[in-house]
T-cell receptor, first 112, second 113 residues
Framework: SQQGEEDPQALSIQEGENATMNCSYKTSINNLQWYRQNSGRGLVHLILIRSNEREKHSGRLRVTLDTSKKSSSLLITASRAADTASYFCATDSGGSNYKLTFGKGTLLTVNP | DTAVSQTPKYLVTQMGNDKSIKCEQNLGHDTMYWYKQDSKKFLKIMFSYNNKELIINETVPNRFSPKSPDKAHLNLHINSLELGDSAVYFC????????????FGSGTRLTVV
């Protein structure tokens, strides 16, 4: 079953602008992760935020998590054409087996 | 060195055929997965193995049979292929605990004609 829903489905911006993508989920989580997928490639892990964390940074990436609203956002600052990709959130709901449930993704296009 | 490698990268086959996809990881991870990505890019887990033991088996037709000869390998065999099986199949691996993300292979694009 689908857990995460990304918003917007597609986003087009100019190089240098910031890009914000949102993810909402339905059940309680152990952690939430963001992945990038370039066209025709596999997914690449970007960042993981635990349920007891509210914000995390990694380079130009900033992730926030609001467990009361069951939502997360991914901010990419000073975007580059190379950031063009699909971005997925994925949730781990805990339990005895580690299993990620992915959302449908946001297609980000950064225009030079 | 590729961390998670899948073969083949592309697979075109006729309905009714049987095919296999192979996956190998050299990261020393305990857990491996198969995910299916449909034409709308939706990713759905199919199977998960931990140290050669099947631990997750989502609602997948029994035409799909995973096999893990050792913890570094997870293969997927598909019998009697159908048009609806056309998708990109991704292998992934991770440590057993959930403090780390998955490492994905580059995918196998299966087209059933």
């Amino acid at each position: 079953s689908q857990q995460g829903e990304e918003d917007p489905q597609a986003l087009s911006i100019q190089e240098g602008e910031n890009a914000t993508m949102n993810c909402s989920y339905k059940t309680s989580i152990n952690n939430l992760q963001w992945y990038r997928q370039n066209s025709g490639r596999g997914l690449v892990h970007l960042i993981l935020i635990r349920s007891n964390e509210r914000e995390k940074h990694s380079g130009r990436l900033r992730v926030t998590l609001d467990t009361s609203k069951k939502s997360s956002s991914l901010l990419i600052t000073a975007s580059r054409a190379a950031d063009t990709a699909s971005y997925f959130c994925a949730t781990d709901s805990g339990g005895s087996n580690y299993k990620l449930t992915f959302g449908k993704g946001t297609l980000l296009t950064v225009n030079p | 060195d590729t961390a998670v490698s899948q073969t083949p990268k592309y697979l075109v086959t006729q309905m009714g055929n049987d095919k296999s996809i192979k996956c190998e990881q050299n990261l020393g991870h305990d857990t491996m997965y198969w995910y299916k990505q449909d034409s709308k890019k939706f990713l759905k887990i199919m199977f998960s193995y931990n140290n050669k033991e099947l631990i997750i088996n989502e609602t997948v037709p029994n035409r799909f049979s995973p096999k893990s000869p050792d913890k570094a390998h997870l293969n997927l065999h598909i019998n009697s292929l159908e048009l609806g099986d056309s998708a990109v199949y991704f292998c992934a691996s991770s440590p057993q605990d959930s403090r780390h993300g998955y490492t994905f292979g580059s995918g196998t694009r299966l087209t059933v004609v």
